[in-house]
């Protein structure tokens, strides 16, 4: 039905900005949509959600990271501003059709793409 494609990712250094993007195809209306990250052997976690024109973010973000929509491009997109070490992680686009609180919780996503790695060095 959907399918989402992350890129942008890549190797920065801390205090360095970069910008992720979600190409999102096929024929569906995401009311959600999330990024989420995970690093190696750590649990995923929330980054930030968008719906309506409502937005939230993760608390180890917040301030630094700002999520859109741009819905000329059909895409999701995560402005990722004074990154910082612990910012590497595989990040990955969510998103689904419906409404549901706690839109934080990545089990409320069924549409997800495969990631894009960030590194940030010291």
């Known amino acids: 039905q959907v399918q989402l494609l992350e890129s942008g990712g890549g190797l920065v250094q801390a205090g360095d900005s970069l910008t992720l993007s979600c190409a999102i195809s096929?024929?569906?209306?995401?009311?959600?949509m999330a990024w989420f990250r995970q690093a190696p052997g750590q649990e995923r976690e929330f980054v930030g959600s968008i719906w309506l024109d409502n937005k939230l973010y993760g608390d180890s973000v917040k301030g630094r990271f700002a999520i859109s929509r741009d819905f000329a491009e059909n895409a999701l997109k995560l402005q990722m501003n004074n990154l910082k070490p612990e910012d590497t992680a595989t990040y990955y686009c969510a998103g689904r059709t419906g409404m549901a609180a706690f839109l934080t919780q990545q089990h409320l996503y069924p549409y997800w793409g495969q990631g894009t790695q960030v590194t940030v060095s010291s």
């Open positions: 096929g024929r569906a209306d995401l009311s959600a």
